[in-house]
């Protein structure tokens, strides 16, 4: 008997099937042509990497600013900054140091503005520490106050900004007149810095507006002994000489704070002032000669040498520096009077 043959089932035939090629031609055809994108997807992949390539340009452009920034080129490092907002108006960093750098050119208007720009898009403790400060040298109090508040509801209390936050309202509150105040927050920073001789300088202040000359002058001589170079130290020293009728000391000691900073405004005016009472014209004309060497667009020093000038007797001298505070500000009253003066001496 024969082997019994396997059972047959009935398949019915497949359609033809157009001829492919051999799988691993398929692979190696397929890995060579690159994977096979619609027209959307091909557009999506070349945005994504021409913003791959932007985003690397501004990165390496923004380095070449920070680089600049440290060494001081602060207007070069804002060519650099401009060139990155032009491309991604919404650069933050960009945002940010272009504030820096407005600040340390002097122009704290512009400073303002990119700092309200830089809160709004990065709200918090860092961008509202900038945007106080710059209030804060601007001497706009309020709004100053108000930013350094919100900084507050959001500072971690280890932040290295807090100490600076309450010298600063401290000063604020000094300006004011509200000496209890600001002795208030003074004592604040000083439990998170009691080696800081900035501070000692305003504790220092705080004590000659209450009329303690004495502890004025200590606190201004342990802030020198902390740093001998901290020329509002001497400047406040020179003042407690002054009310303590020490008057050479006192000059002495401002020529010290102009010697170690030529440009502390308080110092010159301070000179001036003492140049007027003292009629002692020498020193506030050398040192405002000084300044304006480096400062020329600055028409109230100007006006004030001119002042001191012809106040003693130089009045060629005088008649060129009032024409210099004019053309920086043709419209200033006090000027175009002593020009009249300074004429009316010279026929």
């Given at each position: 008997m024969s082997e019994?043959?396997?059972?047959?089932?009935?398949?019915?035939?497949?359609p033809l099937q157009p001829q492919t090629k051999p799988v691993a031609e398929r692979v190696v055809s397929d890995t060579l042509a690159g994977p096979v994108y619609r027209e959307d997807q091909r557009a999506k992949a070349l945005q994504d990497f021409d913003r791959d390539s932007d985003s690397q340009e501004l990165k390496s452009v923004m380095s070449q600013a920070l680089l600049l920034i440290d060494n001081g080129d602060y207007r070069l490092a804002q060519v650099l900054l401009r060139r990155i907002l032009e491309r991604d108006p919404l650069y933050t960093d960009a945002i940010r140091w272009q504030a820096y750098c407005f600040r340390h050119t002097g122009d704290?208007?512009?400073?303002?503005?990119?700092?309200?720009?830089?809160?709004k898009i990065v709200p918090g403790e860092e961008s509202f520490c900038q945007l106080a400060e710059f209030y804060y040298t601007a001497g706009n109090e309020t709004e100053a106050i108000k930013y350094?508040?919100?900084?507050?509801?959001?500072?971690?209390?280890?932040?290295?900004?807090?100490?600076?936050?309450c010298k600063n309202l401290g000063n604020i509150c000094i300006r004011a007149g509200n000496v209890d105040a600001a002795e208030e927050n003074y004592n604040r920073a000083y439990t998170l810095s009691p080696h800081s001789d900035v501070l000692l300088v305003n504790f220092?202040?705080?004590?000659?507006?209450?009329?303690?000359?004495?502890?004025?002058a200590s606190?201004?001589?342990e802030a020198l002994n902390l740093n001998q170079h901290n020329d509002k130290a001497?400047?406040?020293?020179?003042?407690?000489?002054?009310?303590?009728s020490d008057v050479e000391l006192g000059w002495g000691n401002l020529e010290r704070a102009l010697d170690l900073n030529p440009h502390n405004l308080t110092a010159l005016s301070v000179s001036i002032q003492w140049g007027i009472e003292d009629w002692r014209f020498d020193v506030p004309i050398r040192r405002l000669k000084e300044f304006l060497a480096r400062n020329g667009e600055d028409s109230n020093m100007s006006y004030s040498?001119?002042?001191?000038?012809?106040?003693?007797g130089r009045v060629q001298e005088a008649q060129l520096e009032i024409e210099r505070t004019l053309n920086l500000d043709?419209?200033?009253?006090?000027?175009?009077?002593?020009?009249?003066?300074?004429?009316?001496?010279?026929?």
């Amino acid at each position: 008997m024969s082997e019994l043959e396997p059972t047959r089932t009935f398949v019915e035939p497949l359609p033809l099937q157009p001829q492919t090629k051999p799988v691993a031609e398929r692979v190696v055809s397929d890995t060579l042509a690159g994977p096979v994108y619609r027209e959307d997807q091909r557009a999506k992949a070349l945005q994504d990497f021409d913003r791959d390539s932007d985003s690397q340009e501004l990165k390496s452009v923004m380095s070449q600013a920070l680089l600049l920034i440290d060494n001081g080129d602060y207007r070069l490092a804002q060519v650099l900054l401009r060139r990155i907002l032009e491309r991604d108006p919404l650069y933050t960093d960009a945002i940010r140091w272009q504030a820096y750098c407005f600040r340390h050119t002097g122009d704290i208007e512009n400073a303002i503005r990119c700092g309200l720009a830089y809160s709004k898009i990065v709200p918090g403790e860092e961008s509202f520490c900038q945007l106080a400060e710059f209030y804060y040298t601007a001497g706009n109090e309020t709004e100053a106050i108000k930013y350094y508040e919100k900084a507050l509801s959001v500072i971690d209390y280890e932040s290295p900004n807090l100490f600076e936050i309450c010298k600063n309202l401290g000063n604020i509150c000094i300006r004011a007149g509200n000496v209890d105040a600001a002795e208030e927050n003074y004592n604040r920073a000083y439990t998170l810095s009691p080696h800081s001789d900035v501070l000692l300088v305003n504790f220092g202040t705080l004590e000659i507006q209450r009329k303690n000359y004495d502890l004025a002058a200590s606190r201004f001589r342990e802030a020198l002994n902390l740093n001998q170079h901290n020329d509002k130290a001497w400047v406040g020293l020179a003042l407690v000489n002054r009310q303590k009728s020490d008057v050479e000391l006192g000059w002495g000691n401002l020529e010290r704070a102009l010697d170690l900073n030529p440009h502390n405004l308080t110092a010159l005016s301070v000179s001036i002032q003492w140049g007027i009472e003292d009629w002692r014209f020498d020193v506030p004309i050398r040192r405002l000669k000084e300044f304006l060497a480096r400062n020329g667009e600055d028409s109230n020093m100007s006006y004030s040498l001119a002042a001191l000038l012809f106040r003693s007797g130089r009045v060629q001298e005088a008649q060129l520096e009032i024409e210099r505070t004019l053309n920086l500000d043709p419209n200033r009253a006090d000027a175009q009077e002593l020009r009249a003066k300074i004429r009316d001496r010279s026929q």
